[in-house]
């Protein structure tokens, strides 16, 4: 069975802190998105990679960076954690595929910044 | 940019009733349209992908429709369950992209 796998579900961090989340792919995809999701505002894209160390900005990248040196990993970087940037964060992956198929997400990280 | 909206954010409905929920898009070059659920405090997991030259797909209770030239796709579920309290959700794929609406959260009451 296909997978998207974030390394943690649950991660209590501080203020200040750097903080990497990890999401590895076994689908063989082309293509890996970081999205957060929040109360009221729903999914929003953070940044999305399209092949290895390539990457382009969502709609909300500031405050975060990404790391893609294999392709089947995608890691979402917090340099400096703030409160606000405690949220669900949710990995996923597709194929450069124009729409044959779709999108597959991972179990989600559960971020809280004190 | 792709607006997506579904309406209304929460609803509940008697088990056995059939489910409809709509959502609606902006911008009709799209090349999918898929639909999700989320229980709370999971990931999503993909229910039905609908690609731009389908009208519609069936994977046993469920039923989606896609209809781009109006911009709306529709999510039928059929004699609903309490297992199928959730919160769901439609996605529009472009461009490498997708675009969520903010969800339908459904409570199926026995």
């Known amino acids: 069975d296909v997978k998207v796998t974030q390394s943690s579900r649950y991660l209590v961090k501080r203020t200040g802190e750097k903080v990497f989340l990890e999401c590895v792919q076994d689908?063989?995809?082309?293509?890996m998105f970081w999205y957060r999701q929040d109360p009221g505002l729903g999914l929003r894209l953070i940044y999305f990679s399209y092949d290895v160390k390539m990457k382009e900005k969502g709609d909300i990248p500031e405050g975060y960076s990404v790391s893609r040196e294999k392709k089947e990993r995608f890691s979402l970087i917090l340099e400096s954690a703030s409160t606000n940037q405690t949220s669900m964060y949710l990995c996923a992956s597709s194929l450069w595929d124009r729409g044959q198929y779709g999108y597959t997400f991972g179990s989600g990280t559960r971020l809280t910044v004190v | 940019k792709q607006e997506v909206t579904q309406i209304p954010a929460a609803l509940s409905v008697p088990e056995g009733e059939n489910l409809v929920l709509n959502c609606s898009f902006t911008d009709s070059a799209i090349y999918n349209l898929q639909w999700f659920r989320q229980d709370p405090g999971k990931g999503l997991t993909s229910l039905l992908l609908?690609?731009?030259?389908?009208r519609e797909q069936t994977s046993g209770r469920l039923n989606a429709s896609l209809d781009k030239s109006s911009g709306r796709s529709t999510l039928y579920i059929a004699a609903s369950q309490p297992g199928d309290s959730a919160t769901y959700l439609c996605?529009?794929?472009?461009?490498?992209?997708?675009?969520f609406g903010k969800g339908n959260q459904v409570v199926v009451i026995p």
């Open positions: 689908m063989d995809h082309e293509n």
């Open positions: 996605a529009v794929g472009g461009n490498n992209r997708l675009a």
């Open positions: 609908i690609q731009s030259s389908q």
